[in-house]
Nanobody, 126 residues
Framework: QVQLVESGGGSVQAGGSLRLSCAAS????????MAWFRQGPGKERESVAG???????NYADSVKGRFTISRDNVKKTLYLRMSDLKPEDTATYYC????????????????????WGQGTQVAVSS
């Protein structure tokens, strides 16, 4: 069965960096688009970044220039490198897999995804 396991969260000060990982198993990782979403305290879930099997990428405006999504199809792992972290980046971060291997027009739309990890928490202090 499809499994997504996030890791790498933690507590950092503003301006710091973290790298999140999402280890995937149970399917052909290289065929599916993947994405990162987050949900902050008292907030709705929001998109962060998405990446196609070919490497095409979309970022939410709030993280452009600070976050970098990448994937290693051999290791079956999705990454999110976060730099210049701000207190408003505090959230639980989730990785997600697309419903199918078809082309996705908008990688940041959550309805395209139907498998989710359990999340990893990121706390940024000022």
């Amino acid at each position: 069965q499809v499994q997504l396991v996030e890791s790498g969260g933690g507590s950092v000060q503003a301006g710091g960096s973290l790298r999140l990982s999402c280890a995937a198993s149970g399917y052909s990782f290289s065929l599916f688009s993947m994405a990162w979403f987050r949900q902050g305290p008292g907030k709705e879930r929001e998109s962060v970044a998405g990446i196609r099997p070919s490497g095409g990428i979309n970022y939410a405006d709030s993280v452009k220039g600070r976050f970098t999504i990448s994937r290693d199809n051999v290791k079956k792992t999705l990454y999110l490198r976060m730099s210049d972290l701000k207190p408003e980046d505090t959230a639980t971060y989730y990785c997600a897999r697309a419903r199918s291997s078809d082309w996705i027009d908008n990688l940041l739309l959550s309805s395209w995804y139907n498998y989710w990890g359990q999340g990893t928490q990121v706390a940024v202090s000022s």
